[in-house]
């Protein structure tokens, strides 16, 4: 008879061990596999030692995605703050100076939106600082608004100018720029310094030297459109002109003469005695140099009102006294109107309609 153990030792050879499997015939090393088992192993070890080049291609893909959200982002926001707040912080102000984004357009010309965010801060800034206006009453809010309407349309004009402009190749000098800020320092009391201006400035419309020299820039050009525009007033100066010449030098009678068949009605002005430094276009300047009873020739106001003639009428050592003839210009404003009356104006923010100014509110 058999004994146990050797019962016990069949029946375990019977049963097949887990922990041995036999080795697949293709995963034996063999002289005709050893090269594909070679790469095999030389491939997995590649994965740690170099793991940046594996991953490289992840990594920039990764980064462009981020990159492309983030800018999405930024820009979705920036958007929400200019079109639907309306921010106007010092933030928002410089981001506009970088970006040229519109705030408007005006018959195709896109009008900045951080010119229009110059002239509304400035003005804001005065009603702040000089008139003590709260804008958080109800009164504020109606001046802002008021400012508001009228940052809006003078950034309308001063685009429609650089459209002329460009049609007619108007351009302003650095020159012309800077000998215009040299006449705007002169005072009763004489030149004043440039440190000292930019501080006024700085003061009185929150302006840096830059800025403020942008806005003369626009106003000289604006001003060189106007004048290159109006056929009809440059007709009339010259009416004017040779009706003077011919020996009528009562410009009141000159006013009357003329007026009866112009286009452009010109005007009749007298203001009495002011300082020489009188700051009115250059008129004050003209009257100077002329003798009592003498006629100037055609001026071209400095300010961009129109055609001047003046006539002095008495002088001393610091005032002068002077009359005039005024022919101002009007076709700047009418076609302006007229774009705006065939719907070519199109503003991209909400801009309250204010038809009165506040003090008349």
Partial sequence: ??????????????????????????????????????????????????????ARHRLVFNAIIITIATLIVLVGVGIWQLYSVQNTSDFMYRVTRVLPVPVATIDGQPVLY???????????HY??????????????????????????????????????AKDRNITVTDAELQTFLKQQRN????????????????DYYGWTPQEYARAMQIKLLRQKVSFAIDTDAN????????TIAAGNTNLKSVTETVNKTAKVQVVYGAL???????????????????????????IQSTTGEGYYYVKLL?????????????IPLTAFTKQLQAAKDQKKVQEYIKVPEVNTTPAQQ
Avoid: C, W
């Fill in 314 to 326: 008495d002088v001393n050592d610091t005032q002068v006294n002077y009359e005039y003839v005024h």
């Fill in 114 to 124: 951080s010119d229009y965010l110059m002239k509304y801060r400035s003005s804001i």
């Fill in 187 to 202: 005072s009763t009391d004489g030149e004043v310094s440039q440190s000292t201006y930019d501080a006024v400035i700085l």
């Fill in 127 to 164: 009603l702040e600082t000089k008139e003590r206006v709260n804008l958080k009453t109800q009164d504020g809010k109606r001046q802002s608004d008021f400012v508001k309407s009228q940052a809006m349309d003078d950034a309308l004009a001063d685009a429609y100018a650089t459209k002329l």
């Fill in 235 to 242: 007709s009339v100066s010259k009416t004017v002109g040779a």
């Fill in 1 to 54: 008879m058999r004994s146990s153990k050797e019962i016990m030792k069949k029946l375990l050879n019977k049963i097949p061990r887990l922990g041995k499997k036999a080795t697949p015939e293709s995963s034996r090393i063999t002289t005709e596999t050893i090269a594909e088992h070679r790469e095999r192993i030389l491939a997995g070890g590649r994965r740690f030692k170099y793991p940046v080049q594996y």
């Fill in 272 to 298: 009495g005695f002011v300082p020489k430094t009188n700051q009115d276009g250059g008129l004050t300047a003209a009257a100077t140099k002329l003798q009592k009873g003498q006629i100037s020739s055609v």
